[in-house]
């Protein structure tokens, strides 16, 4: 089996699969075309699939066809691909530029469902080798309401059960030809929380006739920072993020009620848990120093994203037997950012990793999010290499 050959000889078809999706982005929970193209790309390879999960999402199936023993079920591995894309102009002069308005690829989803359709394509023409499944998540709305969560829930993980998810992403920083593993702690939870600082509104000229809930409201937002700085140990970062703050009518009125809301970034539950009882106890505390009332409210977004040690093992080892050793590199710091991979990664055993997208003479790195994103599609080839050895030696490992 030479996986590189396969790669070489369908490669500028999944490179044109990418341009077609790149030139024709939608956004979150709209990716109706989209899903549409994935499906017709999956039936031309003869792939078993199943849309219109969880929205747009699609889950499709490889199924093993190599020896086993009867008394022993298949293993299955799981590997995600998120489909959606940004509300951002695209400002590259590329042939393939996005052809509506406002909206663009600007987070490499385009390139990640491309790879997963190489992948898939692939490992069907090799099923009569595969010790066990393999199944394919295209996952929608994965920027605004984490359709993961959605696609667990709708049973993407069951019938038949899987042991095992994988998942990339492209990294504009990290060059083309690359790829980046990352043991244990990778992304950071996020959760969400608004603190209304309720006061008694007077004259501007008497304020010892009210209770200024802009002033309690600004000792708060300081005060808040102090979980950071001595509540959390330096070596366990955390993140406490104001965003907004509304308080007031009248520039001569002391306020009754200030409003403002945030976002708290930890890379583990208990820390996280811990991080919202304080901020709860020192904003009440710090409130009613003033004579004020704190009303704290959260919303718990994505878990933190934790990879599984010996999974990331599994798919370095693979990596090695293809590539050079100068071209696997390792994450030396988790970021404080999520992604909604980590509600696999709660879920069953996985592993999230990088592929460089940079290119050689491009010397400064382009950034996510941006409309300027144009990543080196040989990042793609990467891809799938690391997608189909991992799958095979993950399969392999467990007959």
């Not at 490889?62 to 020896?67: A, Q, R």
């Not at 309690?216 to 406490?240: E, K, W």
Request: charged letters at 25%; aromatic letters at 6%.
């Amino acid at each position: 089996m030479d996986v590189r050959k396969q790669i070489n000889e369908i490669f500028q078809e999944i490179i044109d699969i990418r341009r077609k999706l790149h030139a024709n982005p939608e956004l979150s929970e709209k990716e109706i075309q989209t899903s549409k193209t994935i499906s017709e790309y999956l039936k031309q390879y003869g792939i078993e699939h199943e849309t219109e999960i969880a929205g747009y999402g699609i889950v499709a199936i490889v199924k093993g066809k190599g020896n086993r023993l009867t008394d022993q079920k298949y293993f299955t591995i799981g590997i995600r691909a998120d489909m959606d894309a940004l509300p951002i102009e695209e400002k590259t002069a590329v042939s393939f530029q996005s052809r509506t308005a406002g909206i663009m690829h600007a987070c490499g989803h385009d390139i990640h469902m491309a790879v997963l359709l190489g992948t898939a394509r692939i490992l069907k023409e090799l099923e009569k080798e595969l010790s066990g499944n393999v199944k394919f998540f295209f996952e929608p709305a994965e920027e605004t309401i984490g359709g993961a969560k959605q696609m667990i829930e709708a049973g993407c993980l069951t019938e038949p059960e899987v042991d095992a998810v994988i998942g990339l992403h492209i990294a504009p920083e990290l060059e083309e030809g690359k790829v980046q593993f990352r043991k244990g702690k990778m992304n950071a939870s996020s959760t969400e929380f608004e603190i209304k600082i309720q006061g008694e509104a007077c004259h501007g000229a008497h304020p010892e006739k009210g209770i200024d809930s802009i002033v309690a409201a600004s000792s708060v937002i300081g005060a808040l920072q102090s979980i950071i700085a001595r509540n959390l140990s330096p070596t366990n970062p955390g993140v406490i993020t104001i965003g907004q703050i509304h308080g007031g009518n009248k520039n001569n009125v002391i306020a009754k009620e200030t409003v403002f809301s945030g976002i708290i970034r930890a890379l583990d539950n208990p820390t996280r848990d811990f991080m919202k009882e304080r901020v709860k106890t020192v904003s009440e505390s710090t409130a009613e120093a003033f004579g004020a009332k704190a009303e704290v409210t959260f919303t718990d977004s994505y878990p933190a994203l934790v990879n599984d040690e010996e999974i990331v093992s599994i798919l370095e080892a693979a990596a090695l037997k293809a590539m050079d050793r100068q071209d696997i590199c390792y994450l030396q710091e988790p970021s404080l950012g999520a992604d909604d991979f980590s509600y696999f990664s709660e879920a069953v055993k996985s592993a999230y990793f990088n592929i460089g997208c940079l290119k050689k003479d491009e010397p400064i790195p382009q950034k996510l999010h941006s409309g300027w994103l144009n990543p080196s599609e040989e990042c793609v080839r990467t891809g799938m290499l690391v997608e189909v050895l991992g799958v095979m030696e993950l399969l392999r490992q467990r007959i």
